[in-house]
């Protein structure tokens, strides 16, 4: 639902937001009942780029890698990427085709799936790979892919190789490769930085390049001495036994020490899945690195996206509405057309099952109300 923005995107978070109907899609998809559902964007990056117009048109070209977590869920952090890349004089491009890393594949076992995936990357970054052409991602396990799984996967494919010499963190390639008299144009703020390492990012790249770019931007930093915050993708969504282990590597270390760091201090996390897992056990919200670059731009800002949750001031409007799709339920089943559409169908229940219907549809009406207008489309 998501892959379409618009109204997809806004039917998929009724349904996956709703007190009502959240706890049969989390059943449905074998999801925890304790997990929030990640929201939906309401336009993907992709499609906000596409209508967003070029800019530095001579200046040294950079692709960004849209990956799937920040292109459907959080377009306003790959945005922030692309403006304080533009801000250094890169001319920022984005695949116009659907592309993906492929990582949940080979985390179960679907390798020759994988390998086709990739091969389809690889023809569509055909032309910049041949162009020595930066590509800088923002998922540290989606980056890990090229530099890593790739290679082993297709190791007689000269583009798999170039790629992977061609591929960067966001925080690595401003320190090794934009210069500094690039980074110079960058701002200076102030304070303090928090930073949890994503696993891949650790084992793979290591912490030094986000530790420079943050001092570059004047901040104080402190890299967290943390393992797995537990997530792990999709693991620690899944219900039962698995979301247990965890929320138990979250308390291990990673959860108690964001919980103890300086509440005025600014969070950094890069990976996805650890900062759904602090969002939902801490009271903290991490940024990524490319959101806190963005932050020294100028004096502007990254606001945070609101989430398609219901209002707090809207779950009583929405209960009313909710009982009188039950009361709708009592009225139809003595109306005369409604019997007798009963009698036609052979089904006493009809009055019933539409009044159902009716909760749910009026339940996710109010739902739809109550969510605020997406910040990052404005932008």
């Given amino acids: 639902m998501g892959a379409a923005g618009g109204a ?84 920022v491009t984005v695949p116009a085709a659907d592309v993906c890393c492929g990582r949940p594949l080979y985390d179960f076992g679907m390798l020759d799936t994988a390998k086709r995936l990739l091969q389809k990357d690889l023809r569509v970054l055909e032309a910049d ?8 991602g923002l998922e540290p396990s989606c980056v890990s892919v090229f530099r890593d799984e790739m290679a082993n996967l297709l190791p007689r494919d000269r ?25 110079a144009k960058l701002g200076k703020l102030s304070g303090k930085a928090v930073v949890h390492g994503h696993c891949h990012q650790k084992s793979l790249f290591g912490m030094d390049h986000e530790k420079q770019l943050l001092e570059k931007l004047g901040l104080e930093v402190e890299v967290l001495s943390t393992g797995c915050c537990g997530m792990a993708g999709s693991f620690g969504f899944e219900r039962g036994e698995k979301y247990r282990v ?39 919200r991490a940024m990524h690195v490319a959101e806190v670059a963005r932050l020294a731009v100028g004096a502007g800002t990254v606001p945070a996206r609101s989430v398609a949750r219901l209002d707090p001031r809207r779950p009583a409007g929405v209960a009313a509405l909710a009982l009188a799709g039950l009361g709708a339920g009592a009225v139809l089943r003595p109306w005369r057309p409604g019997r007798r559409l009963a009698r036609l169908l052979g089904a006493r229940w009809l009055g019933a099952t539409l009044g159902a219907v009716a909760m749910g549809a009026l339940a996710l009406t109010g739902l739809a109300l109550s969510v605020p207008p997406d910040p990052a489309e404005q932008r």
Avoid: Y
């Avoid at 583009?159 to 980074?183: I, K, M, N, P, Y």
């Fill in 8 to 91: 997809g995107a806004r039917a998929g978070n009724a349904l996956a937001q709703s007190p009502l109907t959240a706890p049969l899609v989390k059943r449905l998809g074998g999801i925890a009942p304790e997990r929030q559902i990640p929201a939906f964007s309401r336009r993907t990056f992709k499609q906000m780029w596409r209508s967003r117009p070029p800019r530095h048109p001579e200046g040294q070209p950079v692709l960004l890698w849209p990956d799937t977590f920040n292109d459907h869920f959080f377009p306003e952090t790959a945005l922030a990427a692309a403006e304080a890349l533009e801000a250094l004089g890169f001319r």
């Fill in 129 to 136: 790979i041949a162009a020595g052409t930066p590509v800088v």
């Fill in 159 to 183: 583009d798999a190789q170039r790629l992977r010499g061609q591929t960067f963190l966001f925080a690595e390639f401003l320190t090794e490769h934009a210069g500094a008299s690039r980074l």
């Fill in 246 to 284: 965890s929320q138990q590597v979250g308390e291990l270390d990673v959860l108690p020490k964001v919980r103890a760091a300086d509440p005025a201090a600014i969070l950094v996390g890069d990976g996805f899945s650890c900062r759904e897992q602090i969002q939902a056990g801490t009271s903290r």
